[in-house]
């Protein structure tokens, strides 16, 4: 029979393809010669089968059980006994080494439920792999000292944590439990070559700056313009609340549900959108004073060096009426205790917006399952992907979720919708995944091969 595990050394005997599931018969054929007790050569004998259920990782879309006839030894010079070695097999999981592989790989990129599901065990299989990856990558990580280091905060499990990203070569570095000033300073001294770091991007959060001032002198630290230009947009939003408690109910709820023109730059506005904000301007001249304001501020930012961005906040500043100084009253006040971080953006050009890409990633990685705890959301985050799971490829036939670039185009049996002998074009391709190759050529139905590209 054909070998339909792919594996060295292993006969079928028996494949029964059921509507969810492949069940197949097998033993593996080498037998051992020395007795692993007492180190006898050539004094062994068989002395049984055990018949052993063991999970292997799907194919075709369906599970896969082994009922491995293992044999049982026994010893004649020490008289002990003991079974049949199987190196493709987990004994300790009783699943197949490539089918622990796969849970490792995908309990990083799936709920566990969905892997349990896949392969026909208990989520807490799952679970007791993960745990062991997660806690074997955990003592290998080593962070690296990035160029430029984005640091920022998110809420995570009801609490507040800290993150580090590298900007330039957009790689997250490490999510921390907490993101008080202590513990950013402790990772910031263990980061190996932190002489290395030149610039750290971050919010207005003076722990972060006074971690880096202690332990990373040569960095310049970077103020978000994001950060700060929502600081802009609060204050006009702080105008637009105030006039709006005048109103009346249906204005009001206009006032509300049309923001977004405000909050929207002109050129990206439509011109219906355009027509509808100017009118609304025209007939609330303060809240078109701060609507300019913001504008104008929002135009520093053009500023092509330091020394024009400065000059025009100044201006922009003395432009203020009274009452718009008591609105942008919290961005005045921080632009005057962040200056130098803030126009230090002029010099470097760095944001901290891949740092909050990372953030959304997180919290995607945290809302596809439930219970999870913050180690193995840090884990998804450090070793599963760099892509966010929207990013990522669903394999046709087994469902692993792989990277767009980790796939092999099935040789000798391209699926072909209208039934054509010859090489369709590429809209008519199934693309798989780099493991379910084996099971899609025409060398897989020989029964000449013995080995899988993976055992080998």
Known sequence: MTNFLYLPGWEVTDVQDRASEYRATAAYTPEPDVCPKCGTLGELYRHGVKVTDYRDAPVHGKQVLIEVRRRRYRCRACGGTFLQGLPDMDDTHRMTARCAEYVRQQSLLKPFTHVANDLGINEKTVRLIAREHIAAMNAAHRPYAPRVLGIDELTLLGKRRGIFVDIEGKRPLDLLEDHSRPVVTQWLHRLPHRHRVQVVSIDMWRPYRDAAADVLPQAVVVIDKFHVIRMANDAMETVRKSLQRSMQDKSRRASKRNRYLLLRRPPKLRPDQAFALDGWLKNAPDLADAYE????????????????????????????????????????????????????????????????????????????????????????????????????????????????????????????????????????????????????????????????????
């Not at 995944?433 to 029964?447: A, G, K, L, P, Q």
């Open 293 to 456: 304001a913001k504008e104008n501020f929002f135009g520093i930012y053009d500023a092509t060096t330091r020394e024009d961005a400065e000059a025009a906040y100044a201006m922009w500043l003395e432009t203020l009426t009274p009452g718009l100084k008591v609105a942008f009253k919290p961005l005045i006040t921080s632009m005057t205790n962040w200056r130098k971080e803030i126009f230090a953006y002029f010099d470097h050009r760095v944001t901290n917006a891949y740092t909050e890409a990372v953030n959304g990633i997180v919290k995607i990685a945290n809302r596809t399952g439930r219970g999870y705890s913050f180690d193995v959301i840090r884990a998804r985050l450090l070793f599963g992907t760099r892509k966010p799971v929207d990013l990522l490829s669903q394999c046709p036939v087994c469902s692993r979720l792989h990277d767009p670039g980790d796939h092999i185009m099935p040789e000798g049996m391209l699926f072909i919708l209208d039934g054509m002998d010859e090489d369709p074009p590429a809209p008519n391709l199934m693309v798989i995944c780099s493991e379910c190759n084996r099971f899609h050529t025409d060398r897989w139905f020989r029964s000449d091969h013995v080995s899988t590209p993976k055992s080998e």
